[in-house]
């Protein structure tokens, strides 16, 4: 059974950079079907995807956070990684990390989220 | 890319039956069947419960229902239940420099 767990610092400071790792495991993050997505939810909002990556390196990016994000991938730990860079309170949110399906564009397998609060 | 549009609640007594719309743009919704709905809880991750437009993955009970015209597409929850009150959203591929965007969700109460 295929599961996704996301890791990194519950706590940010305004201006720094938010870091998160999702490690996958039952599954190989090398499998050419599915690219791995980051999507966060604010307190008591909506969902909003974040970006996505390919085992080889190739990544998608929410256009109104490219400027800040970068995505990457460790195919020997079998992870995937979020930066966002320059935080400000507004990205205060749940993180989750996901596995989409390339073949039917849908997130079938989702990491339990963590909460990222931006505060001085 | 603007978040898909969907109603921000909907609610129903139990066997009757629900349809939550999304609607988007030719863009999204409309320019692809490649849309997805999940169903989410309080403080649990979201569930995937219908994907391109109208299927189902295993486990899913059918009275979950997907269909798309135009640019807007819809939930129907059929012989509603208690469990069934939760968080839902729409999602759609966006191909235009690919991506991805999600409604801003229905909160389903069950009466």
């Known amino acids: 059974q295929l599961q996704l767990q996301e890791s990194g610092p519950g706590l940010v400071k305004p201006s720094e950079t938010l870091a998160l790792t999702c490690t996958v495991s039952g599954g190989s993050i090398t499998n050419n079907n599915y690219y791995w997505d980051w999507i966060r939810q604010p307190p008591g909002k909506g969902l909003e995807w974040v970006g996505n990556i390919y085992y080889s390196g190739r990544t998608y990016y929410n256009p109104s956070l490219k400027s800040r994000l970068t995505i990457s991938v460790d195919t020997s730990k079998n992870q995937f990684s979020l930066r966002l860079t320059s935080v400000t309170a507004a990205d205060t949110a749940v993180y989750f990390c996901?596995?989409?399906?390339?073949?039917?564009?849908?997130?079938?397998?989702w990491g339990q989220g963590t909460l990222v609060t931006v505060s001085s | 890319q603007s978040a898909l549009t969907q109603p921000p609640s909907a609610s129903g007594s139990p066997g009757q039956s629900v349809t939550i719309s999304c609607t988007g743009a030719?863009?999204?919704?409309?320019?692809?069947?490649?849309v997805s709905w999940y169903q989410q809880y309080p403080g649990k991750a979201p569930k995937l419960i219908v994907y391109?437009?109208?299927k189902r993955p295993s486990g899913v009970p059918d009275r979950f229902s997907g269909s798309k015209s135009g640019n807007t597409a819809s939930l129907t929850v059929s012989g509603l239940q208690a469990e069934d009150e939760a968080e839902y959203y729409c999602?759609?591929?966006?191909?235009?420099?690919?991506?991805?965007?999600f409604g801003g969700g229905t909160k389903l109460t069950v009466l």
């Open positions: 391109e437009v109208s």
């Open positions: 996901a596995r989409l399906k390339l073949e039917t564009n849908t997130l079938d397998y």
């Open positions: 999602s759609s591929y966006v191909g235009a420099n690919p991506s991805w965007v």
């Open positions: 030719s863009s999204d919704v409309g320019g692809y069947n490649y």
